[in-house]
């Protein structure tokens, strides 16, 4: 039986607990008395895959079957979350693989011939071919990419978007063109957490600049309390009005898809165990990861850990209209992630490890290790936040500035020129963002190479909008001081010097929390 998630308080008898820091981890004492919040093992996994995703399709939910409702001539678009999940990548074959296959066979069975495969990428970097083949499958891939009916969303390619109207609140609903026109829009996700899919998918993930900044935004991102709660999230409200007049214009067919905790395979699963639970063979196995990566070069250690590939098992799958489909999705997260918390802490620690949504297949730079912790690790909560208001965060990555100027060119001068200026979200956007969103040559690379749009780094810095509202200190253990300064934040070589840091702010004995993850988890503090 799959054993809940719970939180353990540190006592004497506790050993060393693994603290994941970039491309590598490390073993630390944390005071008695610290909480710590494990998430739950992974939840019993659909014994046929192949039989889940055709039941679902079969039976989708307020909708009739997917085969009921294609017809011959008919326009079809399927659309696909990309590699920002799930994280790490999933080992061949990925799950939209096999449902897209599946699709494509009920609509040669019905007789539909125009049929386009496009990746989501909102403003996000265009895929590989080796990418987009992982996913999609090398059958998939043969029979679509030459033709070019499988291709990246190009959210600049203004004669290929179509603008559906504005919502009651003012925001311009403008998505891809091929989509928008289709008689019947597919959509196959990957909820990797509760923020991910509903109207989120095809309302960002198929959208323009010009409708994203109406939610990525500084205003709106500091009022999503939590982003992993959309019914508390102003980001997903704009999203869900979004999405629902993107429905009274296009038919949607929604496929989504959740996954169970197993991020890590051989030899690093061992780094799921809880740690008291480590045989002799897994103490060895984690001290000779520690003292290889601490003596490989910096490029082996990044190959080590993403040329990764996980194990994952398909928890579920559910077909049909948007939002009982994403309801029910929830659901199931829920059950693999929540963990229930008693009360928040004066301090919240948290371990960034090497993968977040924006460094695939590249590396972690300052503010997506910024973006990773004090975005998507703060805002795993339901309820309150593991830490109080005027609290502190210790976390811990290198913060090397390692930036690669193919996927992430804009956010070398964003770190140079923006935050050198101010790092305050509210006055960042109104000041630089119009400029780097429609800088010729940002958005050239974009278009053409494998970069992230121009905006992105914005977009990550308002992420952690509700991060630095809430808190009264940041500090990095083991962070590169200046990129620590430059962000704002402050840098410790160990915890013990975090903790006396944060004194100031918490007292000399404060309450600790500490998040042990990966795997995912989603605290819900009462």
């Known amino acids: 039986m799959t054993r809940p998630g719970f939180v353990l308080e540190v006592d004497d008898r506790t050993p060393p607990l693994l603290v994941h820091e970039g491309l590598g981890f490390r073993l630390e004492e944390f005071p008695q008395g610290t909480r710590v919040v494990y998430p739950p093992e992974s939840l019993p996994t659909v014994p046929d895959v192949d039989e889940a995703i055709r039941e679902a399709l079969e039976r989708p939910v307020d909708s009739e079957p997917l085969r009921e409702l294609m017809f011959p001539g008919m326009r079809l678009t399927i659309a696909f979350d990309d590699l920002s999940l799930p994280l790490p990548t999933m080992k061949a074959p990925d799950i939209r693989g096999r449902i897209?296959?599946?699709?494509?066979?009920?609509?040669?069975?019905?007789?539909?011939?125009?049929?386009?495969?496009?990746?989501?990428?909102?403003?996000?970097?265009?895929?590989?071919?080796?990418?987009?083949?992982?996913?999609?499958?090398?059958?998939?891939?043969?029979?679509?990419?030459?033709?070019?009916?499988?291709?990246?969303?190009?959210?600049?390619?203004?004669a290929n978007l179509e603008h559906l109207g504005v919502t009651e609140k003012g925001e311009d609903v403008e998505i891809n063109r091929r989509a928008a026109t289709s008689d019947l829009l597919i959509y196959v996700n990957v909820n990797l957490v509760a923020m991910d899919g509903g109207h989120k998918s095809?309302?960002?993930?198929?959208?323009?600049?010009?409708?994203?900044?109406?939610?990525?935004?500084?205003?709106?991102?500091?009022?999503?309390?939590?982003?992993?709660?959309?019914?508390?999230?102003?980001?997903?409200?704009?999203?869900?009005?979004?999405?629902?007049?993107?429905?009274?214009?296009?038919?949607?067919?929604?496929?989504?898809?959740?996954?169970?905790?197993?991020?890590?395979?051989?030899?690093?699963?061992?780094?799921?165990?809880?740690?008291?639970?480590?045989?002799?063979?897994?103490?060895?196995?984690?001290?000779?990861?520690?003292?290889?990566?601490?003596?490989?070069?910096?490029?082996?250690?990044?190959?080590?850990?993403?040329?990764?590939?996980?194990?994952?098992?398909?928890?579920?799958?559910?077909?049909?209209?948007v939002e009982p489909v994403h309801e029910l999705t929830v659901q199931r997260v829920h059950q693999q992630q929540r963990v229930k918390v008693e009360g928040q802490s004066d301090v919240m620690v948290m371990g960034v490890p090497y993968l977040g949504p924006y460094n695939v297949n590249s590396t972690m730079n300052p503010i997506l290790a910024a973006c990773m912790g004090?975005?998507?690790?703060?805002?795993?909560?339901?309820?309150?936040?593991?830490?109080?208001?005027?609290?502190?965060?210790?976390?811990?990555?290198?913060?090397?500035?390692?930036?690669?100027?193919?996927?992430?060119?804009?956010?070398?001068?964003?770190?140079?020129?923006?935050?050198?200026?101010?790092?305050?979200?509210?006055?960042i956007g109104p000041k630089f963002e119009e400029q780097f969103a429609t800088d010729p040559w940002y958005v050239h690379l974009y278009r053409t190479s494998n970069a992230y749009h121009g905006v992105h780094p914005f977009y990550m810095w308002y992420w952690i909008a509700h991060a630095l509202d809430h808190l009264g200190d940041v500090i990095w253990v083991g962070g590169n001081p200046k990129a620590a300064a430059r962000m704002g934040f402050r840098s410790a070589t160990t915890l013990r010097d975090a903790l006396e840091m944060a004194s100031s702010t918490v007292g000399p004995s404060p309450s600790i929390t500490y998040l042990r993850n990966p795997p995912h988890l989603l605290a819900d503090v009462r």
């Open 202 to 321: 095809v309302g960002i993930g198929l959208a323009s600049y010009k409708s994203i900044k109406h939610h990525h935004n500084a205003k709106t991102m500091v009022h999503s309390r939590s982003f992993m709660d959309h019914k508390h999230s102003e980001m997903h409200s704009s999203a869900w009005r979004m999405g629902r007049l993107i429905g009274e214009n296009v038919k949607v067919f929604q496929i989504e898809t959740t996954l169970d905790n197993e991020v890590f395979g051989r030899p690093y699963d061992t780094l799921l165990k809880r740690e008291w639970e480590w045989s002799l063979r897994d103490q060895a196995t984690v001290l000779g990861l520690r003292r290889g990566l601490a003596v490989a070069p910096q490029k082996m250690r990044h190959k080590m850990f993403h040329d990764l590939r996980s194990n994952y098992g398909l928890t579920g799958i559910t077909a049909g209209a």
């Open 100 to 158: 897209i296959e599946q699709v494509l066979t009920i609509a040669a069975e019905k007789g539909v011939d125009d049929v386009e495969i496009i990746a989501a990428l909102a403003l996000h970097r265009r895929m590989t071919d080796a990418e987009m083949k992982h996913i999609v499958g090398e059958r998939v891939f043969r029979s679509f990419a030459p033709s070019g009916k499988l291709y990246n969303h190009d959210a600049e390619d203004r």
């Open 374 to 427: 004090l975005g998507y690790y703060f805002n795993s909560y339901l309820r309150r936040p593991v830490v109080r208001e005027g609290g502190v965060a210790i976390l811990y990555h290198p913060l090397d500035e390692g930036f690669n100027t193919l996927t992430h060119p804009s956010y070398v001068d964003f770190y140079e020129e923006v935050l050198a200026d101010t790092t305050d979200p509210a006055l």
